[in-house]
Nanobody, 121 residues
Framework: QVQLVQSGGGLVQPGGSLRLACAAS????????MGWYRQGPGKERELVAS???????NYADSVKGRFTISRDNARNTVYLQMNSLKPEDTAVYYC???????????????WGQGTQVTVSS
């Protein structure tokens, strides 16, 4: 069994910073892509940033220059450092990871439980 557990998030003033973390655990053989999505009030879920197994270079235009995604393969963890936060960044943030199971070598996409980020004065 595999699970993704998120931490971080909360309430921050405009211009502030937050860091999200997402740790994968369980019967993991390898992890390919990892990423962060968000869903604002009344909006569809959208990609924020993602990493392949080799590099973390994919960002939504709305967060480029402000957010940084990184991964620690030794800890099966992906991070999202969010700086210069704006009220429009308010959303529930979800991580995901495409994981190959150690027991069967089959692969599946997993999601974290979601965490609220609120940017407000």
């Amino acid at each position: 069994q595999v699970q993704l557990v998120q931490s971080g998030g909360g309430l921050v003033q405009p211009g502030g910073s937050l860091r999200l973390a997402c740790a994968a655990s369980g019967s993991i053989f390898s992890i390919n892509d990892m990423g962060w999505y968000r869903q604002g009030p009344g909006k569809e879920r959208e990609l924020v940033a993602s990493c392949s197994s080799a590099a973390c270079t994919n960002y939504a235009d709305s967060v480029k220059g402000r957010f940084t995604i990184s991964r620690d393969n030794a800890r099966n963890t992906v991070y999202l450092q969010m700086n210069s936060l704006k009220p429009e960044d308010t959303a529930v943030y979800y991580c995901n990871a495409y994981i190959r199971h150690s027991s069967s070598l089959s692969s599946a996409l997993y999601w974290g439980q979601g965490t609220q980020v609120t940017v407000s004065s």
